[in-house]
């Protein structure tokens, strides 16, 4: 596609219940990004796929999150019983190696 | 642990000003430098990149490297309240190639006075 893409765009869930985020980067990029934003604060990095590999998942803040990547293209990035303290921006972001990183529009999730 | 720093802020400045953003680095091997912007609600988009010592410019936006002093800086000339919004640097420690990946500044949230 012309650019990131990412699913879905708001996800309002109760607390305790699994989600899926999804992204599907530009055709082409090998480095897919995950990145987590709070209101007002930085982006917090979560963890980097190369191909289908992950060599950096340094960011994980817990064994509630996991990411996959299938067929060197879309990633689900998956939160497990979800807490209030997860509700953030979830951004995805690829690139071609070492180069200038495109982002997705983000998905807003909300835990209530 | 490679660090990012961008000065404090938020810096305001009135229409028409020079605007000056800085950034400091702590890996002395980084080769590669950008400078993204965020407008309120939405997502980084890249607006300069930069990797060798000096200037480069591209319209209002001058990008400064200096990797002796490992500092990185963004002018805008002509600030305008369209400008107003939070601006990441980002370094990656390769030119390029694997297992590589940018290290992002918190920001700095600048606003432009009409």
């Known amino acids: 596609g012309a650019g990131v893409s990412q699913s879905p765009s708001n996800k309002v869930t109760e607390k305790g219940k699994d989600v899926e985020l999804r992204c599907d980067p530009i055709?082409?990029?090998?480095?897919l990004y995950w990145y987590r934003q709070s209101l007002g604060q930085g982006l917090e990095f979560l963890i980097y796929?190369?191909?289908?590999?992950?060599?950096?998942k340094s960011g994980l803040p817990s064994d509630r999150f996991s990411a996959e990547r299938t067929g060197g293209s879309v990633s689900t990035l998956t939160i497990q019983r979800t807490q209030q303290e997860d509700s953030a921006v979830y951004l995805c972001?690829?690139?071609?190696?070492?180069?200038?990183?495109?982002f997705g529009p983000g998905t807003r999730l909300t835990v209530l | 642990q490679k660090e990012v720093e961008q000065n404090s802020g938020p810096l305001s400045v009135p229409e028409g000003a020079i605007a000056s953003l800085n950034c400091t680095y702590s890996?002395?091997?980084?080769?590669?430098f950008f400078w993204y912007r965020q407008y309120s609600g939405k997502s980084p988009e890249l607006i300069m990149s930069?990797?060798?010592?000096g200037d480069k410019e591209d319209g209002r936006f001058t990008a400064q490297l200096n990797k002796a002093s490992q500092y990185v800086s963004l002018l805008i000339r002509d600030s305008q309240p369209s400008d107003s919004a939070t601006y990441l640097c980002?370094?990656?420690?390769?030119?390029?190639?694997?297992?590589?990946?940018?290290?992002f500044g918190k920001g700095i949230t600048l606003s432009v006075r009409p």
């Open positions: 055709s082409g990029h090998t480095a």
């Open positions: 972001a690829s690139s071609l190696p070492g180069l200038t990183e495109f």
């Open positions: 980002a370094v990656n420690p390769r030119y390029t190639g694997a297992n590589s990946k940018l290290t």
């Open positions: 930069i990797y060798s010592n």
């Open positions: 796929f190369q191909g289908n590999s992950a060599p950096d």
């Open positions: 890996d002395r091997g980084s080769q590669s």
